[in-house]
């Protein structure tokens, strides 16, 4: 209920404003914040501890990271996208935020 609330809220501003940018504004930050409510909700039913370095924390990083090497470069969309991926998984390996033996292919 709270992230409908939410959408609608910022639709009701944002879109007349600044019309298709707003709207896909809206929704990266409902699905940020669903995401995060889920996240909550199910750590609080199934008590675990999370750690949230290397699930939330440096993986951010790495997404900003990769994003920022990506805006100097001019590439085709299928050239950034495999960069993009390539310079995410280094980033997450050399952080330690996942293992190399914990990626598996297929």
Same mark, same amino acid.
């Given at each position: /209920?709270?992230?409908?609330?939410?959408?609608?809220?910022?639709?009701?501003?944002?879109?007349?404003?600044?019309?298709?940018?707003?709207?896909?504004?809206?929704?990266?930050? *409902?699905?940020? +914040?669903?995401?995060?409510? *889920?996240?909550?909700?199910?750590?609080? #039913?199934?008590? +675990?501890?999370?750690?949230?370095?290397? #699930?939330?924390?440096?993986? /951010?990083? #790495?997404?900003?990271?990769?994003?920022? /090497?990506?805006?100097? !470069?001019?590439?085709?969309? +299928?050239? *950034?996208?495999?960069?993009?991926? !390539?310079?995410?998984?280094?980033?997450?390996?050399? *952080?330690?935020?996942?293992?190399?033996?914990?990626?598996?292919?297929?």
């Amino acid at each position: /209920v709270s992230d409908t609330i939410l959408c609608i809220f910022l639709i009701y501003f944002l879109l007349p404003v600044y019309g298709e940018k707003g709207y896909i504004f809206v929704i990266y930050i *409902s699905e940020i +914040f669903n995401g995060l409510l *889920s996240f909550f909700v199910l750590r609080k #039913s199934i008590k +675990f501890k999370a750690d949230i370095t290397n #699930s939330i924390i440096k993986p /951010v990083i #790495s997404a900003l990271v990769s994003l920022l /090497v990506l805006t100097f !470069l001019k590439a085709n969309a +299928f050239f *950034s996208l495999m960069l993009y991926i !390539l310079i995410y998984f280094t980033f997450l390996l050399v *952080s330690g935020s996942i293992k190399l033996n914990e990626i598996k292919i297929f």
